[in-house]
């Protein structure tokens, strides 16, 4: 049987369907319909950066749950091995995992989502992160090198831009945080930049938040 080809998703497609193994059972994408879901890679278990990683995401993963995002990592490691680090990270650093890990052993999810790095592993999948709307569409991807841990507050503070923005149709400025105003759609004909306030700069005006 041929490998699946590599491909990389983009902004606005559909996700690439997938099924799979998991740390909770059999699961596949349209498990996760109706939520947003963060689907990120790790190279391997049992390794310092991951490690580091999981522990700051399953403390993030409460404030993603009020978001209505759910978290699924992956990695080519076995069932049996994510359950043995898993259990190891909760008995040395008293931290429960409480999302699923995918066992991507043929490295079918990888390569649908372009997760493979030929230049840093031949196998182990990159850090890579998708997060996906309740529609299967994928709104924003971040990918770090194996040497660099994501910075998780950021993830948090995508999704919460994303879902934010998507409920007000406006748009997050550079380093806008929770609470913050958002801005408003750019004007699209002479007419729509002429009635907007009188003073403000008419491509570029803020909505309070509510």
């Not at 978290?71 to 043995?84: C, E, K, R, T």
């Not at 709307?133 to 994501?150: F, H, L, N």
Request: charged share 20%.
């Amino acid at each position: 049987m041929s490998e699946t080809p590599m491909t990389l998703p983009r902004l606005g497609d559909s996700a690439p369907d997938f099924e799979a193994d998991s740390t909770h059972g059999r699961l596949a994408l349209k498990d996760f319909r109706g939520s947003w879901l963060v689907l990120f890679s790790h190279p391997a278990d049992f390794t310092p950066v991951c490690t580091t990683e999981f522990i700051a995401l399953a403390h993030a993963a409460d404030r993603l749950g009020a978001l209505n995002c759910q978290l699924l990592g992956l990695s080519i490691d076995s069932v049996y091995s994510h359950i043995a680090w898993l259990r190891t990270i909760e008995a040395q650093f008293g931290t429960a995992i409480p999302f699923p890990v995918l066992a991507d052993h043929d490295r079918a999810v990888a390569l649908r989502y372009g997760m493979l790095m030929p230049g840093e592993s031949s196998t182990e999948a990159s850090r890579c992160l998708f997060v996906i709307d309740p529609d299967g569409i994928v709104r924003a991807m971040i990918y770090y090198p194996m040497i660099v841990g994501r910075n998780i507050e950021e993830v948090v503070r995508l999704v919460t831009a994303l879902t934010t923005t998507a409920a007000a149709k406006a748009s997050a400025p550079a380093n806008w945080q929770p609470g913050e105003a958002l801005l408003e759609p750019a004007p699209r004909t002479v007419e729509g930049a002429a009635a907007r306030n009188a003073g403000a700069d008419w491509f570029l005006q803020y909505r309070n938040a509510d």
